[in-house]
């Protein structure tokens, strides 16, 4: 593990491997540890960063108000440049890290090589979304991340994976409890004004895979499977069994279309 300054943070990444850059985003409100698999699977034939966005995991939090999806993606754009990546790099993210991905292509597409878009949604939120997340981020600040893991937790994880796998859901709590009320209730205020990027599909110029869980009821297989309508030569997969979580409840198939869309060969 490795902590990187980045403008007013301090941001804990992991990073492992050589070879072309694979950028890994977690999702809300989680931290690089939901990747586990996938940099196990790719550090051996590709440069994994897996960073702790700002406010998870054991990066630095900065207070509601403060924090955008734009803000988020910028610190992506720094970190490459503290890390000394110049070439394109594959952008790999989940759920929330997906609408730090639509700003980063905004922003910074000339650093984009290729974009894997997992479980995630183009749209904004609607009013009461909105409003229900700030309600949530009044919560959390005054009782704790329990209140989002209560809230989340059984929104994530398909029905199978609950009963099979309970250890995942457990470890995937234990990282939500472990979050700081602060980043969470930032990204959360975040996440209620973000941009709707559904024009922004149409004008995403690299190659693109969208995955997506068969029982995801968050970003459902329909809504990702229009997005990938939208964008020129993309392609979706979804993965049969999986809810909002497949890079952890199915990663072997995870890992296999994101290998066959790389080209690269995965033990």
């Keep these: 593990m490795t902590r990187i300054t980045v403008g007013d943070v301090s941001l804990n990444i992991e990073q492992r491997g050589q070879g072309r850059p694979l950028l890994l985003v977690h999702g809300f409100p989680l931290d690089h540890s939901m990747w586990r698999h996938q940099i196990d699977a790719f550090s051996a034939r590709l440069r994994v960063i897996a960073p702790d966005l700002r406010g998870f995991g054991q990066s630095d939090a900065t ?43 905004r922003r910074h597409a000339k650093r984009l090589g290729s974009l ?24 959390v600040l005054a009782e704790g991340s329990f209140v989002v893991a209560d809230a989340m937790l059984p929104k994530l994880f398909a029905p199978n994976t609950v009963r099979q796998q ?44 969208l995955v997506c869980g068969e029982h995801d009821g968050i970003s459902t297989p329909d809504e990702m499977r229009g997005m990938a309508q939208a964008i020129p030569g993309a392609r979706c997969e979804e993965i049969v069994g999986a809810g909002h979580m497949a890079p952890l409840e199915a990663p072997t198939e995870v890992n296999r279309a994101i290998a066959q869309f790389l080209g690269v060969a995965i033990a």
């Design 116 to 139: 894997i878009l997992c479980d995630t949604r183009a749209v904004a939120d609607t009013p009461e979304a909105a409003n229900n997340r700030r309600t949530l981020a009044t919560r």
């Design 63 to 105: 207070p509601p108000g403060t924090v955008t999806m734009a803000q988020l993606a910028d610190d992506l754009a720094a970190l490459l440049d503290a890390l000394e990546v110049t070439e394109p790099v594959t952008l790999c993210a989940l759920s929330m890290g997906g609408y730090v991905a639509f700003p980063f292509v």
């Design 166 to 209: 309970p250890e995942i859901v457990e470890q995937t709590r234990q990282v939500m409890l472990r979050t700081n009320p602060v980043g969470v209730a930032a990204a959360l205020e975040a996440m209620a004004v973000r941009d709707d990027s559904t024009e922004l599909l149409g004008s995403i110029k690299v190659p693109t895979l």
